[in-house]
């Protein structure tokens, strides 16, 4: 089992930045590919962005492309989103996910953290 801890989340005003973590425990998650994604009240979860355990392969979705960085320290346990130029539409509520077999857009991922919100403000 892999239990997946979101951290970093807050208000920020619009053009700001966070960087948001997601530290893994209960067993090391190095050959997990991880996702970020996100859902703000009223709609679906979407996704941002993704990697792959190596690291060599990322993917961000167009809303974030150029804004939001993924990266991760295995040594570690831990992944970042760093999020520039925050706009008040990327608010939510931030969760990641990682699995050893998937890696995508979609909400397949068999491990998921419990979310952390990210609000910005106008």
């Known amino acids: 089992q892999v239990q997946l801890v979101e951290s970093g989340g807050g208000l920020v005003q619009a053009g700001g930045s966070l960087r948001l973590s997601c530290t893994a425990s209960?067993?090391?998650?190095?050959?997990?590919?991880v996702g970020w994604f996100r859902q703000a009240p009223g709609k679906e979860r979407e996704f941002v962005a993704t990697?792959?355990?190596?690291?060599?392969?990322?993917y961000y979705a167009d809303s974030v492309k150029g804004r939001f960085t993924i990266s991760r320290d295995n040594a570690k346990n831990t992944v970042y989103l760093d999020m520039n130029s925050l706009k008040p539409e990327d608010t939510a509520v931030y969760y990641c996910?990682?699995?050893?077999?998937?890696?995508?857009?979609?909400?397949?991922?068999?491990?998921w953290g419990q979310g952390t919100q990210v609000t910005v403000s106008s």
């Open positions: 996910a990682a699995d050893p077999a998937y890696f995508g857009a979609k909400t397949v991922y068999d491990y």
């Open positions: 209960g067993r090391s998650f190095s050959n997990y590919a």
């Open positions: 990697i792959t355990w190596t690291g060599d392969r990322l």
